[in-house]
């Protein structure tokens, strides 16, 4: 059984920084596309950053250019999401996923294999 687990959200001020997790059991990450979203309320859910490591491919969404990164943790089977420079805007739940291909994950609509539960962003001085 597939379950994946994000952690690492909370309040933070406008400027500030949070790394989020992805903790993976019952698959392994590095075989495929991971994905991090995020859906404020009221909004659609959109893609924030997405990377198959195997493929070398990443995609990140402009709004993320500079402030985020996304890195990865084979022997803890771990994807993180940096978030630097944080904005009012950046709010939301952030959930990670899997799927095939960069491509089929994070262009258009999200083709995705499982979802985490997500975790809680909320900047705010």
């Known amino acids: 059984q597939v379950q994946l687990v994000e952690s690492g959200g909370g309040l933070v001020q406008p400027g500030g920084s949070l790394r989020l997790s992805c903790v993976a059991s019952g698959v392994t990450l590095d075989d495929y596309a991971v994905g991090w979203f ?3 309320p009221g909004k659609e859910r959109e893609g924030v950053y997405c990377m198959k490591k195997r493929d070398d491919m990443i995609w990140y969404a402009d709004f993320v250019k500079g402030r985020f990164t996304i890195s990865s943790d ?3 089977n771990t994807v993180y999401l940096q978030m630097n420079s944080l904005k009012p805007e ?4 952030y959930y990670c996923a899997t799927g095939n291909s960069v491509q089929r994950l994070c262009f258009g609509r999200p083709e995705a294999l499982d979802w985490g539960q997500g975790t809680q962003v909320t900047v705010s001085a």
């Open 38 to 40: 995020r859906q404020a």
């Open 74 to 76: 084979n022997g803890k």
């Open 90 to 93: 950046d709010t939301a739940a």
